[in-house]
């Protein structure tokens, strides 16, 4: 069965210093990944998604990077966080093309920036 | 941008009632899909309806779709505290080079036993 791991679960960190949020996916392989943060009590938004390995596309203009170094690998990353960028994020996969087309999502990264 | 938009913001019932949600959106769709998250969790996938499709069921959960109109409703009948959850309804439609899931801002749902 496919599981998605992300992790750290939550973290602390100051404004201007670096972020590294990971995602893997076990038991499936050419999946479509995907980073989305929460705000408190609002939906979701989408911020990066990737159909392949180095294959990034950005929805909307950010402090943050993705990459994907392997298939089943998803990387958020900042160099120096701000603020604004305390929230909680997602990391999601699906199949790719004409799958069943549901998301399944890791259990989130809470991220407070002091 | 978020497409789906739900209604209400919060809703608070008894446990055994039945709870609606509705959920408008704005441009043609793939699909619809339905998602529940627990406080401080991820979200889990509940039920997808496709654009040919008016109506489905899934044990305790009746989705609607209506295209002409651009809605949808979430039935939960005969409700449990365990119910208690955010709801969100999410379109699926392409954009760009892939298929992409756009989220409401969702629906925050009390079961008071």
């Given at each position: 069965s496919q599981t998605i791991h992300q992790w750290p679960a939550t973290l602390v960190q100051p404004v201007g210093s670096p972020l590294s949020l990971e995602c893997t996916v076990e038991g499936t392989s050419n999946p479509n990944l995907y980073w989305y943060r929460q705000a408190a009590g609002r939906g979701l938004q989408l911020l990066f998604y990737s159909v392949g390995i180095g294959q990034i596309s950005s929805e909307v203009p950010q402090n943050l990077s993705a990459s994907r170094p392997q298939d089943r690998q998803f990387i958020l990353s900042s160099k120096k966080l701000l603020l604004s960028d305390s929230g909680f994020y997602l990391c999601a996969w699906r199949e790719r093309?004409?799958?069943?087309?549901e998301l399944f999502f890791g259990e989130g990264s809470r991220l407070t920036v002091l | 941008s978020q497409q789906g938009e739900e209604d209400p913001q919060a809703l608070s019932i008894q446990e055994g009632e039945n709870a609606t949600m509705n959920c408008s959106y704005k441009t043609s769709i793939n699909n619809l899909q339905w998602y529940r998250q627990n406080s401080g969790r991820g979200l889990v996938h509940l039920i997808l309806i496709r654009s040919n499709e008016r109506e489905k069921h899934s044990g305790r959960l009746r989705v609607t779709l209506d295209t002409s109109k651009k809605s949808s409703s979430l039935l939960i009948t005969a409700?449990?505290?365990?119910?208690t959850a955010s709801y969100f309804c999410a379109t699926d439609s392409y954009s760009g080079s892939a298929r992409q899931l756009t989220f409401g801002s969702g629906t925050q749902l009390t079961v008071l036993p």
């Open positions: 093309g004409q799958g069943k087309g | 409700s449990r505290a365990a119910d």
